[in-house]
C-alpha cells in the first residue's frame, strides 16, 4: 500500500464541505488503512479525507492507542473548556494555542456502517474536534486571534518554501528509525 500525499495549507480542498459517506464497501476500507498507513508515517495522532485530497466525510484518529475511524461524524455533546497547543499535518511546524472542549461526545459510523457513539476527554476530545473542523473547511489557525494568526502565516510563508506546490510527500516509516514519536501533529 502507498502513502497518500498531504494537502498542505493553500489547497483549496482544505476549506471545502465534505460529502456524507453512503457507501460502505471496499473502497472505504482501503481508503481508511490508507489513512491509518499515512498518519503513522507522519507521526500524527489525526487525519482528515480532505489532507489526503478527499471529499468523503471521514477521518482517522490514534491517540495513545485509542484508534478510530470516524465516518460520518458529529459531534452530540461537548463541554469544559480548555487551551492548549495544536499543530497540523497540513501546516508543518507551525503551533497554535486553541480553546476546546475538554469533553465531547462523538456520534459516527464505522466503516461496516454501523453506528456508534464515542465519549472523549483530554487530547481525544481535543483530536476529535480537530479532525470534524477539517470536514467542514476549518482549520486550527482559524481559531488564533488576528495577530497570533498573522505570525502562523508569515512563519507557513517561510517554511512552505521546501514544499513543491501545495502537497507533501511522505517516506514510509521504517521501524526504529525515529525516535521522536512523542509529536502530536494531527
Ligand atoms: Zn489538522
Keep these: 500500500m502507498s502513502l497518500l ?3 498542505l495549507l493553500g489547497d483549496p480542498i482544505l476549506r471545502e464541505e465534505t460529502v456524507v459517506v453512503t457507501e460502505f464497501g471496499d473502497d472505504l ?3 481508511v488503512d490508507a489513512m491509518f498507513e499515512t498518519m503513522y508515517a507522519a507521526s500524527g495522532i489525526g487525519l482528515a479525507a480532505p ?3 478527499r471529499r468523503e466525510r471521514l477521518a482517522v ?3 495513545e492507542g485509542a484508534r478510530y475511524a470516524l465516518i460520518n461524524p458529529e459531534i452530540v455533546l461537548a463541554e469544559g473548556k480548555e487551551k492548549a497547543e495544536e499543530a497540523c499535518l497540513s501546516v508543518p511546524d507551525v503551533y497554535g494555542v486553541v480553546e476546546r472542549a475538554t469533553r465531547v461526545v462523538v456520534r459516527a459510523q464505522d466503516v461496516t456502517g454501523a453506528p456508534f457513539e464515542v465519549d472523549a ?3 481525544l476530545a481535543r483530536c476529535f474536534q480537530h479532525e470534524i473542523d477539517h470536514l467542514h473547511g476549518k482549520l486550527f489557525i482559524d481559531y488564533l486571534s488576528y495577530l497570533k494568526r498573522r505570525a502562523a502565516l508569515a512563519e507557513w510563508e517561510e517554511l512552505r518554501k521546501q514544499y513543491q506546490g501545495t ?3 511522505l517516506k514510509p516509516v521504517t521501524a526504529g528509525e ?3 514519536s ?3 501533529d494531527d
Design 121 to 123: 476527554t483530554d487530547l
Design 5 to 7: 500525499p498531504i494537502r
Design 167 to 169: 502537497v507533501r510527500h
Design 178 to 180: 525515529d525516535g521522536s
Design 61 to 63: 484518529v490514534d491517540v
Design 51 to 53: 489532507q489526503v485530497g
Design 29 to 31: 476500507r482501503s481508503l
Design 182 to 184: 512523542t509529536t502530536t
